[in-house]
């Protein structure tokens, strides 16, 4: 019996007894935790969907007796009838205890420890049972951190399986698969949600997002990749919580936002983002672009058909990278600033565009770090935005053999499609690529009309204006 049904009955006995006890808070009204078996015959959870390795992790655990279960997203997506990112067990060893049972496992995480185990390629995460901090009474101390605004420092306060519910984000992902006898244990009501196609956090939804503020994140990420609608209580204090993301680590918003824009939803993503005003606190530097209305920089245009591309690559098994999404993301404000430079300080192109690089990017692993492996490549592609407008025979083949052509030539489609006035340069360089050695001679004495370089006229003396 779940511990909560338990007190809900006792709470009845007192009221018979004409001794009334405080009502749950009203966001917290409607989630019952009581232990729900869903049978196989009811969740019909195709046995072969599972994967091998995962289950024999499970399995593992509950030959040396421990409990074991797949949990989390892969059920969750599993009863949805869609293809699991990945598989998860939870356990009641701890870290160190599973880890012995693993010959290829490492204990992993500070904040939150895990045990990973390894299979070839493949990778199965196993988390001990965590508890809600309230209970690390006899545990060390040490185990379970949170800050003055609510926020969880460390978590690694255990506890049994149904605590182990109560701590998970969603009720959706917090149903347990026991391969041992192929139920589905809900602790939450988390099945009916999913049916219903609602998400729900668990507990009191303020609370929740305070403890970690990716919960928020995590929130637009599922409504949008699952088609769910985010329960009002639940959705309601994001409107208020969304500044405490910026307590969030620059690396761990990167992986959010790679989670946001890199898995096949991410015009959704976006989309559900920006009506819990939380894009912003991702991507400062494009919000107040995305609120105004300037013709030269259709912004909302070229930040949707970036996503909108990502999205279609990946539906076509081709690769993404975080360079093009950031440099796609990150455009205008780095050529607004790079204008700027020019006409105020009357800097060259090129130093300009590299001083407005750095300037934005300084600004944007503040909140999301990029590491440099994609920077480097994300500033060659601005670069090369600038190259691309020389259409010289010379220029335009050596702009060609850059290892960064493809990209670059696909964010300036991006720019022209989005309503950017090139000049028909991307059709030029869209035709270079097919043309022959004279054709391409002959394409590169068209005058190249797109993009010159805005430089501030200086007043200078008539007798100057003829070297101009
Ligand atoms: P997906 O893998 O499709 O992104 P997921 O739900 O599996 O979705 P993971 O990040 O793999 O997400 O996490 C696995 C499970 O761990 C989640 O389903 C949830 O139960 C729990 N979890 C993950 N992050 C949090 C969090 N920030 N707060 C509470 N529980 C979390
Ligand atoms: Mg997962």
Known sequence: MGRSLFQHIISRLLGLLGITIQEPPAEQADIIFSKRIIPEAEHRIPRRLLDDNALKVAYRLQDSGYEGYLVGGCIRDLLLSKVPKDFDVATDAHPEEAAELFRRSRLIGRRFKLVHVRFGRDLVEVATFRTSHDNQVKQDDQAGRQCDSGMILRDNVYGTIEDDARRRDFTVNALYYCPKDHCVYDFANGYQDLQQRRLRIMGTASDRYREDPVRMLRAARFAAKLDFTIEPASEKPIFELGQHLSKIAPARLFDETLKLFQSGHAVASFTELRRLDLFRYLFPQVEPLLEQDIPEMP?????????????????????????????????????????????????????????????????????????????????????????????????????????????????????????????????????????????????????????????RRRRRAPSNRAND
């Open 299 to 455: 912004v909302d245009t070229l930040v949707l058909n970036a996503l909108n591309n990502t999205d279609r690559r990946l539906a076509q098994n081709k690769s993404v990278t975080p360079a093009f999404l950031f440099a796609a993301l990150l455009w205008y404000p780095t050529k607004q600033l790079m204008e700027k430079l020019i006409r105020e300080q009357n800097m060259p192109q090129l130093p300009a565009l590299h001083e407005a690089a750095n300037q934005v990017l300084a600004a944007q692993v503040r909140t999301t770090a990029i590491p440099r492996r994609f920077s480097t490549p994300l500033r060659e592609i601005w670069e090369l935005q600038l190259r691309l407008t020389r259409r010289s025979e010379k220029s335009a083949a050596r702009t060609f053999e850059h290892p960064r052509f493809r990209a670059a030539y696909d964010l300036l489609l991006l720019r022209e499609n989005s309503g950017e006035a090139l000049d028909g340069l991307s059709q030029w360089w869209t035709d270079y690529q097919t043309a022959n050695p004279d054709q391409r001679h002959s394409m590169s004495q068209q005058p190249a009309t797109a993009e010159r370089p805005k430089r």
